[in-house]
């Protein structure tokens, strides 16, 4: 096999350095991590693998570093509320958004058919490659190297009460949620009332297909609706049905 590299197919040390904002140790690491499968074909003889093994750990160690944050960020939140969090800061979609801000497609090592396709602004590929690129930090500077990455390039930027604000709708969330699955809209319904006219409390009940979940009490029929789909959300995601 031979062990030079495709013409063009290189990793520039300076600017990858630029990019994790630290000085490198071994640029292996970020040449697999930028390698897109697609070249592989291409160059069946290419020395390295392409980018899907460092993105598996990438994609691990994103969700100890993203969890770390929200821990410390949101001591009120519950688990929950904070593995929705989580998941909404390090899907494809915002992840690709890092990706791009980092300017990461340039970087990106793959055929010239892939790049001719917009392989280098594909959110698939971007985030990947993001994820790719987190593990290479780990592997070549260590944890706290690959923290200090995602805490200061990537969530710092980040207005996260935002972000956590938004994660707040929980039955748009449940709505989404059952879409995804095939299943039908919840409904809700006000099982209770008691207090006097000026001061009363809702108990409400979310209904899917017929079937009731979670009930939630508040002093407006709006909040004890949100109580309720936050907690079926959480049953949901414990329990997910049977496919």
């Known amino acids: 096999m031979s062990t030079s590299l495709p013409s063009g197919v290189?990793?520039?040390?300076?600017?990858?350095e630029d990019l994790v904002g630290r000085p490198i140790d071994d640029r292996s690491?970020?040449?697999?991590?930028?390698?897109?499968r697609s070249l592989l074909r291409v160059h069946p003889d290419y020395t390295f693998q392409s980018n899907e093994r460092l993105e598996f750990l990438g994609d691990a160690l994103?969700?100890?570093?993203v969890g770390e944050v929200l821990y410390e960020r949101f001591?009120?939140?519950?688990?929950?509320?904070?593995?929705?969090?989580?998941?909404?800061?390090?899907?494809?979609?915002?992840?690709?958004?890092?990706a791009r801000r980092l300017d990461l497609g340039r970087h990106l090592l793959m055929s010239q058919n892939a790049a001719q396709e917009d392989g280098r602004d594909n959110p698939s590929i971007l985030a990947d490659a993001f994820e790719a690129l987190v593990g290479a930090i780990y592997l070549?500077?260590?944890?706290?190297?690959?923290?200090?990455f995602v805490r200061n390039r990537v969530l710092a930027p980040l207005d996260l009460r935002a972000v956590a604000t938004?994660?707040?709708?929980?039955?748009?969330q449940l709505l989404e949620s059952l879409q995804a699955q095939g299943r039908p809209q919840p409904t809700y319904h006000v099982v209770?009332?008691?207090?006097?006219?000026?001061?009363?409390?809702?108990?409400?009940e979310v209904r899917v297909d017929d079937t009731a979940y979670e009930h939630g009490t508040a002093g407006s029929k709006q909040e004890a609706e949100q109580q309720a789909a936050r907690r079926t959300l959480d049953e949901l995601t414990t329990d997910p049905p049977a496919s």
């Open 29 to 36: 690491h970020y040449r697999r991590a930028f390698t897109h």
């Open 62 to 65: 994103l969700d100890v570093f």
């Open 140 to 148: 070549d500077l260590g944890y706290e190297a690959a923290q200090a």
């Open 75 to 98: 001591p009120e939140k519950d688990e929950g509320a904070l593995t929705r969090l989580r998941a909404r800061l390090v899907s494809e979609t915002p992840l690709a958004l890092y």
């Open 10 to 16: 290189q990793v520039d040390p300076s600017a990858v």
């Open 192 to 204: 209770r009332e008691s207090g006097p006219s000026h001061d009363k409390t809702f108990t409400v």
């Open 166 to 172: 938004q994660d707040e709708n929980y039955k748009s």
